[in-house]
């Protein structure tokens, strides 16, 4: 299906050391942030263990036999208060401005509700009809929701994703990492996600996506996702939530539905149990 080398990207690796490969805007922001970070803590840390050396080499009691008596340094203090200061804003200024982008919501087409259960999580796709009349319209192609959709019936459609546990997984899938119904997602596509819980706290995180919000019992948190290729993205619950907490994993599929990256036979062996069947089966048919 997908033949590219970064397809199985989308989880952590043995002995990784940097951060997975980003699959969406957000995470590609969070990446850029990290080496942002990393110049002002290479500089920080080479200055203060500089000065440091120096001052070991220079003012040890053997190269010092008569102690040096000065306790004020007016400028130096002023210095060494307003320049972390500085510092600071300097780094405030990229932080704030990739925190409230994630926050920002671009129009969905798709809005999905993720909800968190003890212990597997499940995916709500409301009014189905219409925002994949709106998908078809963005790609320029309108003309084919008549032939995709004969009616407009747009009910809900829910589906659970358990993990699949080690006796039944097949050898290729990833041990604690794969579930029987994955969450199918369009790329390049704005995706809006209500998350909440059923129970406890759970946390709905995908690395790879740039992912991490808790779901909360009584209370609806907002996020949304792009993802902009094709791939199969892992992430686990990231709330402590019971015994079962580390078995409940999330894989997100993410599938260039108008593109030529998918088939139908891959399609069928990976299973889709979701809205995207029905879509892509009438797309082959
Ligand atoms: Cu659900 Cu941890």
């Not at 003890?118 to 796709?125: D, I, L, P, T």
């Amino acid at each position: 299906m997908f033949s590219n080398s970064y397809f199985d990207l989308g989880m952590a690796k043995a002995w990784q050391f940097g951060f997975q490969i980003p699959a969406s805007p957000v995470m590609e922001g969070i990446v850029n942030f990290h080496h942002d970070l990393f110049f002002f803590l290479v500089v920080i840390i080479g200055f203060v263990a500089y000065v440091l050396w120096r001052s070991i080499v220079l003012f040890n009691s053997d190269a010092n036999k008569v102690p040096y008596v000065v306790t004020h340094a007016a400028a130096l203090e002023i210095i060494w208060t307003i320049l972390p200061a500085v510092i600071l804003v300097l780094i405030a200024i990229p932080s704030f401005s990739l925190l409230y982008s994630m926050d920002e919501i671009v129009e969905p087409l798709l809005t999905i509700k993720v909800i968190g259960h003890q212990w597997y999580w499940s995916y709500e796709f409301v009014n189905p009809y219409y925002l994949y009349k709106d998908m078809l319209k963005l790609h320029g192609l309108s003309d084919l929701s008549k032939q995709f959709f004969s009616d407009d019936s747009g009910s809900v459609i829910t589906y659970d994703s358990y993990m699949i546990s080690n006796d039944d997984a097949v050898s290729r899938e990833q041990r604690l990492l794969e579930v029987d119904n994955k969450l199918y997602l369009p790329v390049e596509t704005n995706v809006r996600l209500l998350v909440t819980s059923a129970d406890v706290i759970h946390s709905w995180a995908v690395p790879s996506l740039g992912v991490k919000i808790d779901a909360c019992p009584g209370r609806l948190n907002q996020t949304s996702i792009f993802v902009k290729r094709p791939g199969i993205f892992y992430g686990q619950c990231s709330e402590i939530c019971g015994v079962n907490h580390g078995f409940m994993p999330i894989v997100v599929f993410g599938l260039d539905l108008l593109g030529d990256g998918t088939s139908l036979d891959s399609i069928k062996t990976e299973g889709v149990s979701s809205l995207y069947f029905f879509f892509l089966k009438k797309k082959y048919d």
